[in-house]
């Protein structure tokens, strides 16, 4: 089990939600949905942690949108843990933005493109914050256990696993449910990442395309698989979203989806109080 602010992850813990902007586009944007989804988790009962990222620095082309900067990001991301009062993560990309960004957020998270960097990964552990690790597109779940011992041999085992999804030709990516229970054998809390597994990664050209509709299905399958917890990217308006809108969930479908994979859960066996009626 991990301990990220208030909430108890992974065991027979509740189910976890990590989602927001999958990019902070502004101090407004941000707060305004993580003052949302606050609420709707809340409401439900379902343990929050708020996501965005400062700088997607793994973008399909030069041109893409990268988000606020290091500074100014941090600085909003800092905001929305005072003022909502939930946990924040987001993405770093090397030892010193690692370093840095643990003095804002709850959860660093490594990107599955970075998930086999060693020095990044050891510097975020050493950080003594929770850390995400999004299993990489290229590798096989059993693989993901040295990805741990990088992280756990600074002493940090505060650690959640993400299932995003496997290469599977060009810009197309499959997901093995299997991953989940493997994963969690080695363990550590594992998230199922609804949203990216739906990418297509620059299958749209200058930027990664996707299908949204898939993305509450993978979620139920994911839940239904045992994952410990759910991640979305959620924008209000994802047409027009400047970074991955076709892999993020509507803001106004999240409610329904949430109470949906609640229920899920405690089929499974997961303890959880029975979630309200929603609004």
Request: with cysteine; glycine share 10%.
């Amino acid at each position: 089990m991990v301990k990220v602010g208030s909430h108890e992850l992974g065991g027979k813990a509740p189910l976890f939600f990590i989602g927001g902007p999958d990019v902070i586009e502004g101090e407004a944007h941000a707060m305004r949905h993580a003052k949302v989804i606050a609420a709707i988790c809340r409401g439900i009962g379902i343990p929050y942690i708020f996501k965005s990222s400062y700088d997607k620095a793994n973008r399909t082309s030069l041109s893409s949108f990268r988000g606020v900067g290091l500074k100014a990001g941090l600085k909003i991301l800092a905001k929305i843990r005072s003022v909502v009062k939930v946990p924040v993560l987001t993405d770093v990309h090397s030892p010193g933005e690692a370093k840095q960004a643990a003095k804002c957020v709850d959860v660093l998270q490594i990107p599955a493109f970075l998930s086999r960097q060693t020095d990044l990964l050891v510097t975020a552990g050493k950080t003594g914050r929770a850390i995400h690790i999004k299993k990489g597109q290229f590798l096989a779940p059993w693989d993901m256990k040295n990805v741990i011992a990088k992280v756990s041999s600074t002493g940090n085992r505060s650690i959640l696993v993400a299932e995003r999804g496997t290469t599977f030709g060009y810009n197309t990516l499959v997901v093995d449910m299997r991953s989940i229970p493997i994963m969690q054998g080695f363990g550590y809390p594992v998230v199922m990442d609804a949203g990216h597994s739906v990418q297509a990664p620059s299958g749209a050209g200058a930027v990664s395309g996707g299908d949204r509709s898939m993305i509450p299905i993978l979620a139920r399958a994911g839940v239904a698989a045992g994952a410990d917890g759910v991640f979305m990217e959620v924008h209000e308006t994802p047409d027009h979203a400047p970074c991955d809108g076709p892999n993020s969930l509507k803001l106004a479908d999240l409610e329904d989806l949430l109470f949906k994979l609640v229920l899920i859960s405690l089929a499974t066996g997961r303890k959880a109080p029975v979630p309200a009626k929603r609004r």
